[in-house]
């Protein structure tokens, strides 16, 4: 079992092994062709594995408290910034509904600014993503602007919302 990095009664995120890529590759290519929309992009093996060796990322993943399933995974990034600005790059779950998402949204943030001292933490999101935009906001995250049709997917153009939560807002 890999260490525990934070966790409630509900989830607890561990530190990603290489023998956690298989299932964390697997929930990202659901994530990839949910309803022929991209909601996660694909990395490939090598890539998630530099993430796991890279200082300035963390990547963790998402455990049911009273399961050794891994149900989903996440990705941190600037973690060795100046700025104190970390980014949540991704955040991918197996299973939607199920509370899953705001219980990790929020374990998420108390890791960023109590125990890695962040001042603000950032995410972009598709705009077609509603149920995250919807999850973020009633988190405490603010709309800070749009990157308009900056994705291309299956030759059409997306725009990402970016949005941020500052420590004085947690």
């Not at 955040?91 to 603000?120: D, M, P």
């Amino acid at each position: 079992m890999t260490k525990v990095v934070i966790e409630d009664e509900t989830i607890r995120l561990c530190y990603t092994t290489e023998g956690d890529i298989d299932d964390v590759l697997s929930i990202e290519e659901v994530q990839h062709d949910h309803q022929k929309r991209r909601y996660v992009y694909l990395w490939s093996r090598e890539r998630h594995l530099k993430s796991i060796e890279m200082k300035d990322e963390l990547h963790l993943i998402i455990r049911a408290s009273n399961s050794t399933e891994i149900i989903g995974y996440v990705i941190l990034s600037g973690l060795e910034g100046k700025d104190d600005v970390i980014s949540l790059d991704r955040i991918a779950l197996k299973h939607k509904g199920k509370g899953y998402g705001r219980k990790c949204v929020r374990l998420i943030k108390e890791l960023c600014f109590n125990k890695l001292n962040c001042n603000r933490l950032w995410l972009d999101v598709f705009e077609y993503n509603e149920r995250a935009i919807k999850l973020y906001i009633s988190e405490g995250f603010t709309h800070e602007g749009t990157l308009r049709k900056c994705k291309k997917h299956n030759n059409q153009y997306y725009s990402l919302n970016i949005m941020s939560i500052l420590r004085e807002e947690y």
